[in-house]
Structures are given as C-alpha cells and as structure tokens.
C-alpha cells in the first residue's frame, strides 16, 4: 500500500489549498479528486474576494497559499470594495476567468513537488484503533497516510433541485459519493442540511449590451497576492440590469413551482444569497432586484446573472428572465438550480479542524457548514497545515480571533456551530480595525515563516517590506512639527505648544502624506507605497491602543486551556442545557467557552473556579 | 424566629403573620432548610412576602433590626454556596481569584433585578442600538449590494436617543448619593402659607421663625431628618413672589434655586397656586392650613398636625421607589458603564457626522459603546446585527 503523510479528498478550493499548504509544509500529500481536470472549478459566481471574503483571500496569501495568485492571474476585473471607506473594511474583489483561474490552480498544483493528483473515487476511509489511517478508493485500492481531510463539499446527500425535478449529485454533472457519507453517518457526527442556489448561465451573445450599464474595473486595480503589482491579462466590464414588475408577477405566479416554495427543499439557505423567488416574496414591496452580468471568461461568452438564483422550472426560468431589459432575446445554457446538502455541525471539530470523534480525520470547506470559495480555501489552509504538522508529530496551529479573519471563522465554527450557510463578514471580526487586507502579511507572514509553509522568494520579500516599512516609521516619528509648523502645512492642530511626530499626524483623518512630506522634504525618500502602508497604520493607531486592552483580556482567556477530557457534567451549578452545550461542543479554552450561545458569566466562573483547581492539582 | 412566630417544618411552606413589635407587617409564606440542604448549604429561612415596596422595605427593616441580619451582597448567596461546596469549588485558595472573576457575575445578578426595574428602558436601548449599528454594518458588509450608501439620519436620531436616556440615567444615578447624603425636599409657596410652620411640624422642632408677616424667612433653612430610615434634608424657603425688597428678591431667587435643584417639592397652597414655579412629576401639592377649612386632597396644617401623617407617608413613598430604583442603577459599576457608553456614543455621533465614509470608526465607537453596556442591556451579538440587516434590507446579488 502507498504510504502518504497526508491524503487530501475533493479537488474544490478548500481540497487545492489543504494539499498545498500540507505540501508546502514538507509533507508527502496526495490530492484524490474526481476528476483532475476539476480542479480549480469555480462552480459558482466567476469571482473571488469581497468584503470579509478579501481579508480571507489576503491572509491565504500572507501564508503563502494559491487562492490569491490564481484569482491575479485570471482576474479580467478588479475592484476595491468600499475604496472610500477607511482601509479596514476595505475589500478586494475580482472577476476571474474561470478557464484561466482552473489552469492557474492546475500549474500551481503540477509544480508544487510533494504534491500528486490521483484520479479516483474515496470510497471508504481505513479507520483502526479510533484513528484514520487511510483511504480505500472506489476501484478497491487503497492508501495509507498519518492524516485525511475531507473537503467533499456538497457531495454529502447532495440533491439538486430545478423546479419539481430532483437528482442525487453534487454540482451539475457530478457524481455524489454516498458512501462515504454512510461512513461519517456511521461515525455518529452531528449532520445538517443546508441549502444553496444559483442563476440560470446565459449566452453573452443574446444579450442586448447597448441597453445596459456598465460597471468598470478600478483604473488603479488592487490584487489579491502580495506579490504581485498589477493585473495579468485583459480588463472587462461587467453589465448591470434590473428585475421589474413583470418579472415579479412571472415569480410570483408559479411559486408553487418552485423547489424551494413547493416544498421540495428543506434544508436551511443563506439569508445573504436568496433566491429570486425569496427576494419577491420577503421583500413584495420592492419593484425591482438588481442583476450584475458577470462575464465568465474573456473568450468564454457565458454570463452568470449574480442576483437571480433559483430553483424554479427551467420554462419559468426562460420567461422570467427574457423579462429582463436587455435579456429579451437572451438563451439560457445551463438552468439554475438549486441544492441541498449534508453538513458536518462544526462544534464537532477542534480548531485544527480535526474531528473530536476520529483522530487524524480532518475536515474543510462546505462540508463544515461554509459557503464561499474563500471560506472554504482559508479553512482548506489550516486544515492543510495542522495535517501536515500532526504527521510531522508538531503541536497543531490555531489562528486567532485577535490576529486573523481566519481565526475569526474557525473560531465562530467550533463554538458556535452555524444554522445557515456561513459567510465571513467584516463586522464578524471584532478586531476589525487591526485585521486588515492590507496587513494581512504583517499579521500572518511571519508565523508562516516560521512554520516552514512561506517560500523563499516570499520570505524575502515580505523581509525587505517590513525593513522599509520600519525605515519609514523610525524617519516619520523623528520627524516633529511644532502646531504652528503644522498650521503652516495646512493641517490644524490646537496650538498647545504641543510637537508632534509626522507619524502622529498621519493619524488625523484629513492628514495626507503628501502634505506632510512637501512641508518636510526628509520624509519624501519614504517610497509611496511605503507611505501609504504607514498611513493606513497610523490612521487606527489611537483605536488599536484601546483594542489591546480588549486582546489582552482575550488572549488570556485563550490561555487557560481546557483538557480534552475536562467533565462539564460534574461541574455543580450549570444548568443542564449549558452543560450539554459546552459538552458537545468542547471549547478548547476559556475564552471559547465564553462564546458558546448561552454562556454566562456565572457560569464561565465555575469552569474557571474549575481549572485553576486542575492546575493546582496538576502543580502540587 | 420571632418575627414569624413559630416556624413550619423544613421544607414544607407554612403561612404566617410577621409581626414586629406588636404591629403586623405581612402575611408571608415561610419556608425552611436545614444545614446541608439549601443552595447554599447553609440553615437558611425563605420569607415569601408580598411585593409592594412598603411591604418589603417593613419587613427588612424589621429583621435588619435583629442582632446578626444584614442585607446580602450581590452574589454573596453564590459564594457561599461556591464556599461551602455545594458547588464543587473545592480549594479556598483560588477563592480571591474566584471573587475577583466574579464581579462579572454580580454584573449579571444585577441585571436580573435591573430587568425588573427598568427592564422595557434597557430593552428599548438595546433595540436601539443594535438598529443602529446594522444600519451602519449593512452599508459596510453590504456596500455592493443594493442597500441605502447613507444611513446618518437615521443612525442619529437613534444613537442620540440612547444618548439622552444615558445622560437622565447619569443623573439619576445621583440618588445613590442622596441615599447616603440625604435626599432635599424643599417646602415652597407663597409668602405666609405656612412653610415654616410646616417645617416645624415636621422637625418637631422650632428650626424656623415663624410670623403673621409674610417674607419672614428669608434665607434658605435646612432641616435634617430620618423618615423610614432615609436622610432627608427638609428645606424651608422665602415665600414666592414678585417684590422689590431687595434682600426679599434675594431670598426668592435663593429659594427658587434650591427649590429646583432640590429632589422633590412639597407645594403648599391655598386658594391660587404658587407663581414663579410650577410643579413637576412627582411633586407634592399640598393644601395649606387645613386646620381652616376642609379641602378635597391632601391638606396639612402645620398648627394643628392634621395631614402631616399622610404627607410623611407620601414623601416616604416616593423617595423609597426612588431609592429602591437608585439601587440598581446606581452602583459605580453601572455609572461607569453608562459613562463609558455615554463618550462612544458621542464619538460615534462626531464620525458618523462625517458621513459615510468614516462608517468604520463610528462603527467601532458604537461597539465599544455595546461592550460598555453589556452589563446592563447584555451582550451584543454580531449575529443581531445580522438579522437586523436581513430584516431590513433585500441582500443578495
């Protein structure tokens, strides 16, 4: 039997990512997927990044992943998202072309050495002793690795619905893999069921461009990688339209077509991403939905109409929307649909995002519950890592909420489980003005050096940047203005007498660099994008001083540990239902516990009362 | 126990009269534990009494009276049961520790009584505030969706709502002083009604000179007293009217000064009512010299006591609930809080003035005002603000 270190089943994002980073790491990886070609498949929306989903793609980056070159080098548009908002909730987002972001994932993947790709179906997982040991694949062979992740996606119970027809599957074509899902309902987890949509694909070529809006790229795009400057190929447009009141009445009308409306569908759907039919109903005194035409290729004429999934009748589908200005002629390629899916409840999952239940068995991506391509990759990432690093007999790594979105989303998972699809948001990060896109390097970076999972030429670049980084800030707090220098360079300050550093006055939100560096010429050696790095620093640092008070607290709470075999039913006190809550759950330190739902502080008491007692017991 | 009389046995409820000193003070349900068998393990006696404030303040005074009874500390039931462990807390050592951390719970257990008192106030901050910060995330999370780019307007009049009710609570919260320093209840009316008279009553005591001549007093007359165990410092002042005796003028501005500033106002009035000051919410408006004719309401005479027993009885009445309500609101914790939220939320009015594009740090500001008032309105969950939004906006593209 071949042995690997690590076994990586589903080729989606969070399956490329997890293979990646495990290889990375020096592990002896194998990717089993389908079908090799499926690999880098963007089976939704043709893009990537967003508000919160950007952040993602950022620190994927800083640790050296492949979500943020790939989505570079396939990305025909770029925009920043809330350009005039303040940079922490600032988002980088791009169209990508899904045939360049497939071959993209496929290069990255052929020339990462550790790495293979075997083609097959996982069956059935070896599992001896209560530890995975390997997979057996469909044709009967088998392989033995220390660790497995599981990033099967949708593939669990999979049914796809359009209108009253349904079928096993998972995307459009696939085959499920039923077995294997009998093999995680044989373990006893904890499974729900989820539902998701998406838009009928139209043909660009019937589409009346001339009559639409137009939304342009950024002139300036921002990109995702760190290492990378401007964008690769070709820019495009995407088109904007709207639903009306006869598309509406068409919804409306034959509702009871509808999967999700006829009752067909039980499984719980993402209150972000509803279905046109959702829209009409929940929301009946609106006249009109916006539609966004996002082209899916540069010479790929399918256009993917984010803002109208559904799971309604393909005729249904034609009629409402050849409805819509500029799609009255429109031919539809492939019809919405809508599908459901098993998920694995997270809280079963420590924050390696190993199984409690089977040592060695990792899982990531939808499967844990998630939506998005950047949720499941940045989950796919630390799965990825802590596989590698279990093999290796190294401690796991767990991200924080206080140092990375990242940390945020597997922490909101393993503690608070998810009753709809979950979706990162920024306003989920409560460190948000320090958990930026742009610092995403300078947060994650270094820990990724230091696990050993950031290449050579990133590790030097990201050296150099900080060094300059650092040269800037030293000339900028040397640099003093006294008020009335400052007056003189236009920015008002009380006159107190008071000097203050440029780096101080950078912090004003109406400050430039520009200003500061025509008053004071020293600081015009400060490259500008250095200047610009440094700025957006400077502008939360009087917030960022009062977080750290808020992240000290939360750090040592994380620091008390909870034993894995910690008995929260022989704690006196806690009601039962928090005690089931907190068993099932398992918070791995204090401060999870403290965001399990329903948690009081009373309580929180009680298990600290309780370990300080382990720890003496431990130290005496 | 005398004040029940004879005790039912353990656990089993039994009816009866509390009496102090002959007078009887509430039919109560007592109940009994023995050692090892309450939540605290300790002996404990439950008295279930009725819930009117007089009814509860009688019967805590009457056993505050008793040798070794004082009021428990916020989470002292807890402790003790966490001490004799009955919680399972075994090690006294890490109990300073435990205190410590507790605090957090005493927060709690005061928001549980708060939730009594001012419950729907709280109720409707916490609405208020979660309203606001999902307008102010949705057009951060959602700003390439189709939700409104500015929602200040409305951000605004909400936040500044909270911020109103923050700084009546603020200055509500100066009851808690007025418990340990007095309470100032000022006697106005117009020259001559018989303030002073009234005041002596009151006093028992002749603290002010009284005459046929109206604008005797002059100078503001204070009086300290205990009514039901509150300090209450009674003010006798210059009778209210427009003059031109220039040192009178001066008494009546005095007056009307402390008059205003004072924490309840005993109106005494005759035919007309009192010019220059009106009464306010809980005000007392007293008919004068009672002992010359009857009058429908309230009417004292100083001269003859008549209705001075009823007056005692309604002063005592509103300064309790006002102590009582004082109670909760008022621990430094609290004040603290309210104060801490009280500057975020005016930090976040400065950003969000600025307009959308400083959403992220009023964002911040309204958060960290939430975190402040977790001990009072709970905690603020991202998940609210999400359903807020989901509510309220049509999201998806």
């Known amino acids: ?620 | 126990m005398t004040l029940a009389g004879s005790l039912p046995p353990a656990r089993v409820a039994g009816v009866r009269r509390l009496q102090l000193d002959g007078e009887v003070l509430d039919e109560a349900v007592v109940l009994c534990f023995d050692q090892g068998k309450s939540f605290t393990g300790e002996q404990v006696a439950e008295l279930h009494v009725h819930g009117a404030i007089a009814t509860v303040a009688s019967v805590l005074r009457g056993l505050g009276g008793m040798p070794g009874l004082r009021l428990a500390e916020p989470g002292e039931f807890t402790r003790r049961a966490l001490e004799n462990g009955r919680l399972d807390l075994a090690q006294v050592e890490g109990l300073s520790d435990l205190i410590e951390a507790e605090t957090e719970a005493q927060r709690k257990q005061a928001l549980r009584v708060l939730s009594g008192a001012v419950g729907s106030v709280v109720d409707d901050w916490r609405g208020k505030l979660v309203r606001a910060a999902a307008l102010i995330e949705a057009t951060i999370d959602f700003a390439d969706e189709d939700v409104p780019v500015d929602v200040s307007t409305e951000v605004q009049v909400l936040v500044g709502f909270v911020q109103d009710a923050l700084g009546q609570e603020l200055t509500r919260i100066s009851s808690a002083e007025r418990i340990r320093e007095g309470f100032e209840v000022a006697i106005v009316g117009r020259p001559n009604v018989g303030k002073s008279t009234l005041l002596n009553a009151l006093a028992g005591r002749e603290a002010a000179i009284t005459s046929e001549i109206a604008g005797t007093t002059r100078d503001v007359i204070e009086v300290r007293m205990d009514l039901d165990g509150l300090a209450v410092t009674l003010l006798d002042t210059a009778g209210l009217r427009d003059t031109d005796d220039v040192v009178e003028a001066i008494g009546v501005e005095r007056a009307l000064q402390r008059a205003e500033a004072a924490d309840l106002r005993i109106f005494l009035v005759e035919e007309d009512g009192v010019p220059l000051l009106t009464p306010v919410a809980e005000d007392i408006v007293a008919h004068a010299k009672a002992d010359l004719g009857a009058h429908g309401g309230l009417a004292v005479s100083g001269k003859t006591g008549k209705g001075l027993d009823l007056l005692v009885k309604e002063v005592t009445r509103i300064l309790a609930a006002r102590a009582a309500e004082a109670g909760v609101m008022t621990r430094e914790r609290h004040r603290i809080a309210m104060l801490r939220a009280f500057e975020a939320l005016e930090a976040a009015q400065n950003e969000i003035s600025h307009g959308p594009d400083r959403a992220e740090l009023a964002a911040e500001n309204l958060r960290r005002a939430a975190r402040a008032l977790e001990s009072l309105v709970g905690r603020v969950d991202v998940e609210h603000l999400l359903d807020e939004i989901f509510a309220s906006f049509c999201i998806g593209k």
């Open chain 1, 1 to 620: 039997m071949k042995h690997l270190d690590v076994i990586v089943v589903g080729g989606g994002h969070a399956g490329a990512e997890a293979a990646h980073a495990a290889a990375r790491m020096g592990a002896q990886t194998a990717l089993v997927t389908l079908r090799k070609d499926g690999l880098g498949v963007m089976s939704c929306n043709p893009a990537i990044g967003g508000l919160g989903k950007g952040h993602l793609v950022r620190e994927i980056d800083a640790l050296d992943g492949i979500m943020g070159r790939a989505a570079d080098w396939a990305g025909i548009q770029f925009r920043l998202l809330n350009r005039r908002k303040g940079p922490a909730v600032q988002g980088p987002r791009a169209q990508a072309d899904r045939k360049l972001y497939r071959s993209a994932v496929q290069k990255l993947t052929e020339a990462q050495t550790r790495l293979i790709v075997i083609e097959g179906e996982v069956a059935d997982l070896i599992v001896d002793e209560h530890r995975v040991r390997g997979v057996v694949l469909a044709d009967g062979s088998a392989l033995s690795a220390s660790a497995v992740i599981l990033t099967t996606g949708t593939f669990l119970n999979g049914v796809i619905h359009i209108g009253d027809q349904r079928q096993a599957g998972g995307r459009m074509g696939d085959r499920p893999s039923v077995p294997l899902a009998k093999r995680l309902t044989d373990l006893g987890l904890p499974l729900g069921r989820l539902k998701t949509g998406t838009p009928p694909r139209l043909d660009g070529q019937t589409i009346d461009w001339t009559s639409l809006e137009t939304q342009p790229g950024d002139d300036d795009p921002v990109l995702f990688s760190f290492m990378h400057k401007k964008p690769f190929v070709r820019q495009v447009n995407c088109g904007i339209t709207h639903t009306n009141e006869q598309t509406h009445r068409i919804i409306r009308e034959n509702l009871s077509r509808s999967a999700m409306y006829g009752g067909h569908i039980e499984g719980v759907g993402p209150r972000y991403c509803p279905s046109i039919e959702d829209k009409v109903v929940r929301f009946a005194d609106k006249m009109s939905h916006q539609v966004f035409l996002e082209p899916e290729g540069l010479d790929d004429p399918t256009v993917y109409p984010n803002g109208i999934s559904t799971s309604l009748p393909e005729d249904v589908q034609e009629a409402y929307v050849r409805s819509i200005k500029g799609l009255e002629q429109v031919r539809i390629l492939q019809p919405g649909y809508a599908i459901e899916y098993d998920f694995v409840d997270p809280r079963a999952l420590r924050s390696s995002l190993e199984l409690r239940a089977l040592a060695g068995l990792y899982l990531a991506g939808q499967i844990n519950g998630t939506t998005g391509y950047e949720e499941a990759a940045a989950q796919g990432l630390v799965a990825g890592l802590n596989a590698a690093l279990a093999a290796a007999g190294r401690d796991p790594v767990i991200l924080s909420r206080t140092n990375s979105y990242i940390g945020v989303m597997i922490d909101d998972l393993v503690t608070r489980g998810v009753s709809e699809p979950y979706r990162m948001f920024t306003s989920r990060a409560e460190f948000r003005l320090s958990l930026r896109a742009d610092n995403a390097d300078q947060r994650l970076t270094p820990l990724g050096i230091e696990l050993g999972c950031v290449h050579q030429a990133r590790a030097a670049a990201f050296h150099a940047k900080m060094e300059a980084l650092s040269r800037g800030k030293a000339l900028l707090e040397a640099v003093q203005f006294t008020p009335k220098q400052a007056n003189a360079a236009g920015i008002k300050v009380n006159q107190d007498g008071v000097r203050r550093s440029a780096y101080a006055l950078l912090s004003f939100p109406d400050v430039t660099f520009e200003q500061l560096s025509l008053a004071e010429s020293a600081l015009s050696e400060i490259p500008s994008d250095v200047a610009d790095q440094l700025g957006r620093d400077a502008l939360y640092a009087n917030y960022l001083d009062r977080q750290e008070a808020d992240v000290e607290a939360l750090r040592r709470d994380e620091e008390w540990e909870i034993p894995e075999d910690f008995d929260f039913y022989a704690l006196n006190g806690l009601s039962n239902e928090l005690k089931g809550k907190l068993h099932r759950t398992r918070p791995a330190n204090l401060g999870q516990a403290s965001r399990v739902e329903g948690m009081t502080p009373a309580a929180l008491t009680l298990v600290l009362a309780k370990l300080r007692q382990l720890s003496r017991a431990r130290s005496a």
